[in-house]
Structures are given as C-alpha cells and as structure tokens.
C-alpha cells in the first residue's frame, strides 16, 4: 500500500514525535507541578517565557535553537568540541525542535490539571503515612493523569505537523530529518509531485485525527473518577 | 500525653497556646475562626508554629529551639478531615489500606477486617467514593485514619457537613473507637451536643487563646464560657446517677430519660437545651410531661435577644422563655419554680470521669 519511501517519511516521523513526547514529558510534569504548586516573584514573566514557542513564529524558534546549538552556536561549540555531539542537521535536532515548539501544549495542561487537584488530598496522604515522593507519584500524577496524557498526544500531534523550526534547525534531509510535512512540501516543489504528496496528506491527516481523536477518549474515560 | 506550648500569627489574630491535655479524650470547643483548624494542623504537621514546642508523650514534634520539625508522615497522628478528603480515584478498600500498606507491619495496631467490621463498611468495599453519601464518606475517612494506628486521632469537626439523622448515626461508631480502640481523641467542634456524647473534657478557644480547660461541668458556668455555649444553642449539663435504663437520680429526683445503655450506679451527665424547658408555678397535672424539677429562680436575663431563667435546682439550670411568659408567670429572682422536661429532650452524656 505504502511505497519503501512513504514507509520511511511516515516512520521517521513518528520516531520524531514519540522521542519528542519522551524527552518533554519530565521536563513537562516538573515545570506542571512546579507552576502549579508555587508562587514567586516573576512567576508571569517566566510562564510567558515558558509559553513564548506557541506565538513565535516556529522559523523564527528554529534559528534561535540554530544559534545557540549549531556548530558554531553557544551552546552546540561546547556540546562538539567536548563531546563530539553534533546536534543540527541529525535527526535528534528534528526531535529538539518539534519538543520546544510543541512544550507549551504539554505544559498547559499538565498545570491545569495540576492546579485543579485539591491540595488537601495531598496533605490528608501525608497525614496517612506516606512521603512527598509518594504522594506525588500515588495521588498527584495519578489525579493529573488525564491532563498528563492530554498534553502528550497534543505535543506528539504538534510534532507531526511540526514544519518551520525542523527545516531551519535540522534541514530537509531525505531519511535523516524529512519528516511527512518536509517531504509533502519537497513533492509539492517538484513538477509531477502533487500526486506523492496528497497520498501523505492524507496520511497526515489521519494520524493527527488519531491522535485528537485518543486525546479526547482518553479525556473523557479517564475524568468519570 | 499531649503539650503545647506554641505561638503562630495568623492575619487576624495570634494563636497563642500552652496546655497540657491529660485525658483520653479531649474535646476542644470553639466557634468558627477561633484557630481549632490551624491548631490541629500545626498538631499534625501540616503546618508549622511561628515558635514553640508541640510534645506528644515524649517525643518532640516540634520545637524551636531544637530546631525539631517532624514530617506529617512521621508524626502519626490519625487526621479526620472537615469534608472526607477520599481519594478519588481509589475504591473504599483501597482508601482504606492506603495508609495501613505504609506502615511498618510490626507497628500495625489494627486489622482492615476488624475496622470494616466495626464501622460496618461491608457493602461499601468496592464502591468509589462518588457513589458514596455524606455520612458514608466520613466513616471511611475515619477507617482509613484508624488504620495507620495512630498514636493520636485527630477529628476536626467530623460531623459538620452532615445532617442532624445522620451525625447522630456516626456517632455511636465514634463512641466504639473511643471505647474499643483505645486511642487518644483530640476531637473539634462548635456542638455541645456533640462533644458530650464523646467526653465531658473541654477544651474552650477563641481568638487563638485558650479561654477554659478541664471538665465540661466546672468550665461551662465560667462568664467568658457561658456566652460562647449559649451562641451554640445552650445546654444544661447535670451530673447523674443511673438507676435503670430509663431513669437516673438528679440529687432526690428521679428523671425519666431515653433509653440508655450504662449500667447501674454509673456517674453519667445529661445534656438539656435551655428551650426545651418548660417553667411552672404548680406541679403538672393532666400533662404528658415525666419529669417536673422544682427549684428557685435565680435572675432573669437578656443575651442576644433571648430570655434566659436561671434557676437553681440544686445545679443551675438555664431555661429560654418567652417576654411574654416572663410577665405572665411573674417571675421574680426568689420565686419558686417547676422546670417541666420532655423526657426525649434530654441527651445522654459522657460518664463522670
């Protein structure tokens, strides 16, 4: 049904948005809880920093990760002159972009549904015995867990449609970081690629509807406790 | 043993507490805002003192000048919340043995099958709490605190979200943890009613301060008491003797009460409302009423709009009237009186201890 090259696209992709929803998610349940649970001085300031990625225009997030971990970039010097980590143009660097521009989505609602969770259940578990730790892991994250859940499948939703951070930070490499919107946009720009392309539309049309379609199931499934 | 000896400002007032409490069972009485809350969040580390020191038979909790400040979690102190509190995505069962799986199983004082037994949570086992009632909810909750065996339960008006029938259902399982578990009680709320069907040791706080400590019976004639009592629908408290199930002696008198289950001799208190007594000039003929105390009216007075007739029929008693009743009756301090009481307005309290 789907040729060798369609395979690929469609596999590169979803290793990019699972890896993507992975390395997001600790940072997300951290910074959620942290959000949730604190308040200090500059809090707005650093929520909206937090939140900058969903209004910036995603080009312009892509050079910004371009400056500071390309090769020559701030950060991205150190990572290869002492690691031999090389960031841009791979793969990962696809990964590292559709996270950052995705993060907010996870963000939110993993702090929502934090800050919806009574915090006297928390203290009513410690009364009962149990430490920080453990009521964080047996009361909090499981009372978040529809949020939790709700963020993941938006931010790995995002990161497949993900277009304009991945081509300025990782390129449009074909079988390294040509992800299905990269390759509709390479067939559309070759003179007999409309066909090729609608048969990715289509296929990205139906994983991002899985995907809101299992956000929404697993909402309403997991909200009646 | 519990000793306090704390200080914590809070934005209207500043709780400021030094009291040792002796009894099994202390109850501490105070209306809404008095700091009952913040006290016993500072009992169970949910909160801390701004200095002080917090001791619970011999071992610190707290102390500022040890730098000691125990976690919730190793304090034991069984806490029953004001509103349930259940985890809401755990069943009864697993609510239940939450705290119980935490504690050391040489330190478990109590079995899950004997506490189901004994608050008869049987056929809520499997439910979650959404499809569990008011009153239901609150006798899971005080499972699941017994079932950490605490070395001190901590009730902070347990019965306040429920209505009238069904407090006075939770309440004999209240009695049976305080008789059968033997665990020390620090149990708060605004009802008189309440606290004497639990214990006559009382506590009395308002605006962070102490006003009264000690038996119910000495402290509630106080004038800095007697006020805050007669805001909360006022309760005449007399010492007893119980003859059989449905009559004890009051000095010479024998009054007919609801069935009780004491036995003979016992010392008990008895709790009447002062609107639930009726005055008389003559012994009662022709009337359904049992018990007829005669004494003599000591002064008549005016608090928040209500009348009260203080007489003493051995112990004050104080009966609410009418304006109206007062000028018809001609009541004057010196009078003899009959205060008239339907047995089933009487409630049966405390033993003596």
């Known amino acids: 049904m789907l040729t060798t090259e369609e395979w690929d696209i469609l596999t590169l992709s979803l290793r990019v948005g699972l890896l993507c929803v992975a390395i997001s998610l600790p940072f997300g349940i951290a910074l959620g809880w942290f959000l949730a649970r604190h308040h200090f001085r500059g809090k707005i300031l650093f929520d909206s920093i937090l939140h900058l990625p969903l209004v910036l225009p995603p080009v312009v997030t892509g050079y910004v990760l371009l400056i500071l971990l390309g090769r020559r970039g701030i950060l991205g010097e150190i990572l290869n002159d002492w690691f031999g980590i090389q960031l841009a143009f791979t793969w990962y660097a696809a990964v590292l972009a559709s996270a950052v521009v995705g993060f907010p989505l996870l963000l939110r609602a993993i702090r929502l549904a934090i800050e919806n969770i009574d915090p006297k259940l928390e203290h009513a578990a410690r009364t009962l015995g149990a430490s920080p730790l453990h009521v964080f892991i047996t009361v909090t994250m499981r009372l978040a867990m529809p949020g939790i859940w709700v963020g993941a499948l938006l931010t790995f939703a995002r990161s497949l449609g993900e277009f304009g951070a991945t081509i300025t930070f990782a390129a449009n490499i074909a079988g390294e970081t040509r992800t299905l919107p990269l390759a509709i946009y390479t067939f559309l720009n070759q003179p007999s690629g409309e066909d090729p392309a609608m048969r990715l539309v289509i296929i990205s049309a139906l994983i991002s509807l899985g995907a809101l379609i299992a956000s929404e199931w697993v909402t309403r499934r997991l909200s009646k406790v | ?353």
Not at chain 2, 55 to 60: A, E, G, L, P, R
Not at chain 2, 72 to 83: H, T
Request: hydrophobic share 40%; glycine share 6%; aromatic share 6%.
């Open chain 2, 1 to 353: 043993m519990l000793k306090i000896n704390i200080q914590k400002k809070l934005p209207t007032f500043t709780l400021q507490i030094n009291v040792t409490c002796p009894y099994s069972v202390t109850a501490i009485f105070g209306p809404s805002g008095s700091g009952k809350t913040t006290l016993l969040n500072l009992i169970s580390g949910l909160d801390h003192p701004d200095e002080g020191e917090i001791i619970f038979d011999n071992t610190v909790l707290y102390s500022s000048t040890q730098n000691i400040n125990l976690a919730p979690e190793k304090r034991c102190m069984g806490y029953v919340f004001q509103n349930d509190l259940l985890f809401p995505h755990l069943t009864v069962h697993q609510n239940l043995v939450y705290g119980y799986n935490l504690k050391d199983p040489e330190q478990r004082k109590f079995e899950p099958t004997t506490i189901i037994d004994l608050l008869e949570l049987h056929p809520l086992i499997d439910r979650y709490p959404r499809n569990l009632s008011g009153g239901e909810k609150q006798r899971v909750a005080l499972g699941r605190a017994i079932l950490t065996s605490p070395q001190l339960l901590i009730m902070d008006e347990p019965l306040a979200a429920l209505d009238q029938t069904l407090k006075d259902r939770i309440i004999p399982y209240l009695r049976n943890i305080r008789t059968h578990l033997n665990i020390p009680i620090l149990y708060v709320s605004h009802s008189v009613a309440e606290i004497l069907q639990l214990t006559g040791q009382v506590m009395v706080l308002q605006n962070g301060q102490i006003l009264a400590h000690g038996d119910f019976f000495e402290i509630a004639h106080q004038t800095n008491v007697l006020p805050l009592l007669e805001a909360h629908g006022f309760e005449n408290v007399l010492p007893v003797e119980v003859i059989d199930e449905t009559h004890v002696k009051y000095n010479t008198h024998t009054l007919r009460i609801p069935p009780c289950d004491r036995p003979a001799k016992t010392q008990i208190f008895i709790g009447i409302r002062a609107n639930d007594i009726i005055l008389s000039h003559k012994p009662p003929t022709g009337l359904s009423i049992r018990n007829a105390l005669p004494g003599k009216v000591l002064d008549i007075i005016e608090s928040e709009g209500r009348q009260l007739v203080y007489i003493d029929t051995g112990k004050r008693l104080a009966a609410e009237v009418t304006h109206e009743a007062i000028e018809e009756l001609n009541l004057q301090p010196g009078d003899p009186i009959i205060c008239l009481i339907k047995t089933h307005s009487i409630r049966v309290g405390p033993n003596v201890e």
